[in-house]
């Protein structure tokens, strides 16, 4: 048994001492439970934990150069773990949060002998009268900006997890997470995004605990429940929930641990243009709903059954439970457990479950669009990638398209971004561009702080963002993160000067969009002559790494981009960097 626990819990739920990350201070409790199931079944359970960084508390500060590259470092810790123990015959990894999560299931699926199942660690309930934990990252700017006192700010500060455990109440990467891991078979039907501390959260430990005897019993092991199949399964659901851009980082790394042709850009496009969006959560709207009632709304299982309707799942792959996903399709739609979770969210929160998770007509005629597009261009020539749903509509054209030209803004730090944004040197119509911040700048940090500012400014919806880091999917204007080649690979980004006009379009429908350099306010260029302006222009002379960037995220960042780069997940191709060292072995070697 591995999980992602930390902090130190009284048997009464007082805190002893605090975890790194709130999503993980009760996951002991699952632990527990399951051990409880496992003993009572006469198997002998060993248990260890590595805990996950909160990239809520360190947004914006040098802590998230560690962020990414901890996932890489957890995963291996993981798989050290289980290889460590030679009496080991399955595998129950019970994890949450951003980072945690996606190296769990890194390490479930380099487990290609045995059997594992994943307990996904559930969801923050909302708090009552007070704001989810995505607005409330932004209270700092809001402050500034006399948008609310200091004392609204430290009491929604305070009021934001109204339950100890799980991730958060968006579907941002935390939560996301959980919706692929269930799509990939990993977890149980029906367990992606469970309401933390309550009976059922419990109750999906020890279900999970017996399934992972069953699977055990029967042979089935991990390599028969990750294949191409299932793969394509979750990034299918992946696009019909709307999740996190953080997963084109992180669907990637679990296919190539388990050995598995790592998904392309291109393939992300075809999905996103191909499956419709069916569910209506945090942050993409237009209801907004948080993440439990999608959970009580029917969750992945729900939403599956649409998308086999419409033919968009091979059913034919086992999962976690040890039967076909068309098997434990039919057996959810069946259910008492399905008609009364349904029923519960009508009875306590007045909400029709239909208008949480839709069928792809509903979802057409109220304007669900696919929320992924990644565009390309003289500034992004590898890709980029936005979510399009995140785009305020009142700043997008009658036709569906996003248009936006205006001079840029550039940073080559994000606390001097946000400064500049409290000072109001920030204004409407600016593209405010942020460089050096992609793996070799500063581990690729996640930006929430600048997205979650211009989403919760008045003006901020007429502000567009182009950076090589990445963030969450809670913004409103035009934010494009993943830009490739990064600055300090030489991509054209890092040539930007304050001024250059940039023009962006982003077609919602088609998932179709450009992000060019087009020269100057007073002598226009076309593309093409843009690029090649750009190509000839030397480059800057702050162009550098972070000087706080860690060695150790140094070296992560050195062996991620000798494995395929970010488009590739950010993972250590071994074969891959050894051919690179050898290469360059002979290189330098004065005998040649």
Known sequence: MLSTHGGIRAPDGTPIALGYHTGHWEVGLLMEAAAAEFSRAGTIPFAASCTDPCDGRSQGTPAMFDSLPYRNDAATIFRRLIRSLPTRRGVLGIATCDKGLPAMMMALAATHDLPCVLVPGGVTLLPIEAEDAGRVQSIGVRFVHGDITLEQAADLGCRACASPGGGCQFLGTAATSQVVGEALGLSLGHSALS???????????????????????????????????????????????????????????????????????????????????????????????????????????????HLRRAGLLDCSVLTAEGVTLDEQLDKWEGSERRTRLRQRLRDLDGVDPDDVILSPEAASSRGLASTMCLPVGNLAPDGAVIKSTSIDPSVVDPDGVYRFTGPAKVFVSEPAAIAAIKAGQIKSGDVLVLICRGPMGAGMEETYQLTSALKYLDFGKHVALLTDARFSGVSTGACIGHVSPEALAGGPIGKLRDGDLIRIVVDRSRLEGSVDFIGQPDQPLDVETGAQVLHDRAERSDLVADPLLPDDTRLWAALQDASGGTWGGCVFDVDRILEVLAAGRRALDPRK
């Open 195 to 305: 309401p933390s501390g309550q009976p059922i959260w419990l109750d999906l430990a020890r279900r999970s605990a017996r399934a992972l005897m069953k699977l055990e019993e029967r042979c089935i092991r991990v390599r028969d429940i990750l294949t191409e199949a299932s793969l394509r399964n979750a990034m299918v659901t992946h696009a019909a929930f709307g999740g996190s851009t953080n997963l084109l980082l992180h669907v990637p790394a679990i296919a190539h641990a388990a050995g598995l042709p790592r998904p392309a850009a291109r393939d992300w496009a075809e999905i996103s243009r191909s499956v419709p969006r069916l569910v209506d959560a945090l942050p993409n709207g237009p209801r907004n709903h948080p993440t439990v009632q999608v959970f009580l709304a029917g969750g992945v299982p729900e939403v599956m059954l």
